[in-house]
């Protein structure tokens, strides 16, 4: 079956550091995968997302950046966090016509 | 390009009420369309998905949702609301490049005993 690991699931970071969120896929090649942002009392905006090994779309600029090194592996970076960058960050893969989530990651910058 | 608007951000009801959580879309090709719900620091879980046939779609946990294509709305259901059903949901849409959901900004559901 497939799964999808996200990690880690809190991060508290002060302003101006890096930062490296992981998601891996499990059980599945080739997926799109997705990164998305929530924000408090906001829905959920897209980030990133991923039809390939280093096939990068930007759906919003920003501080933010993604990378795909591998088939099923998605990171989501940044070389100077800002206040702004807190939220809910998920990690999402499609297969046909449904994505399923990573469990998130709370960032907390500080 | 596509757009979901979930009208209401908070809904309370009582336990064993009616659960009415509206979404209207916009779509320029035929939509899919999703309930998923997030229960507190977790990722989210889809309910149930409209992707052609039967407009009517039942999901998981008793909620079910109608695809209305002459009012783009795709509001989701519950004849009977639980306290475990307390969390956000949130409508999406499917299109675009890549395949992409787009999301509502949520509605968060409060069940009151």
């Known amino acids: 079956s497939q799964t999808i690991h996200q990690w880690p699931a809190t991060l508290v970071q002060p302003v101006g550091s890096p930062l490296s969120l992981e998601c891996t896929v499990e059980g599945t090649s080739n997926p799109n995968l997705y990164w998305y942002r929530q924000a408090a009392g906001r829905g959920l905006q897209l980030l990133f997302y991923?039809?390939?090994?280093?096939?990068i779309s930007s759906e919003v600029p920003q501080n933010l950046s993604a990378s795909r090194p591998q088939d099923r592996q998605f990171i989501l970076s940044s070389k100077k966090l800002l206040l702004s960058d807190s939220g809910f960050y998920l990690c999402?893969?499609?297969?046909?016509?449904?994505?399923?989530f990573g469990q998130g990651t709370r960032l907390t910058v500080v | 390009a596509q757009s979901v608007t979930q009208l209401g951000s908070h809904v309370s009801v009582s336990e064993g009420a009616l659960v009415l959580l509206r979404c209207n879309y916009s779509s320029s090709v035929p939509p899919y369309l999703f309930w998923y719900v997030q229960y507190p620091n977790q990722g989210l879980q889809l309910l149930l998905k409209y992707t052609t046939g039967a407009t009517l779609v039942k999901g998981i946990n008793g909620f079910e949702a109608e695809f209305k294509k002459s009012e783009t709305s795709f509001h989701l259901t519950k004849p009977s609301a639980h306290m475990s059903d307390a969390a956000e949901y949130f409508c999406?849409?499917?299109?675009?490049?890549?395949?992409?959901?787009?999301f509502g900004t949520g509605t968060q559901l409060k069940v009151e005993l």
């Open positions: 999406a849409v499917r299109g675009g490049g890549g395949n992409k959901l787009t």
């Open positions: 991923s039809v390939g090994i280093g096939q």
């Open positions: 999402a893969w499609k297969m046909n016509t449904e994505a399923f």
